[in-house]
């Protein structure tokens, strides 16, 4: 069952989500996304969190893929709740 909309950085740690869309604000950057598998209709979960807040770990695809929390912020999806 999917629920609320959100950021991906907003997501909380062992949870899972679906990626809806990549927001406008993702343009300096959006080929760089979508080349590491961050496309729409993909499971991602928060897998671990720098120290200082930045980066996040993520799986997504099977692997593991470190994002800054500003990339994250643009990056729309709908949690999955369990």
Known sequence: MVTAVSTLNQ???GKEAVITHLLPES???RRKLLAMGITPGCKVSLVRVAPFGDPLEIKIRGFFLCLRRKEAATIAIKEIAE
Request: aromatic share 34%; no cysteine.
């Open 11 to 13: 997501l909380a740690y």
């Open 27 to 29: 343009s300096p950057f």
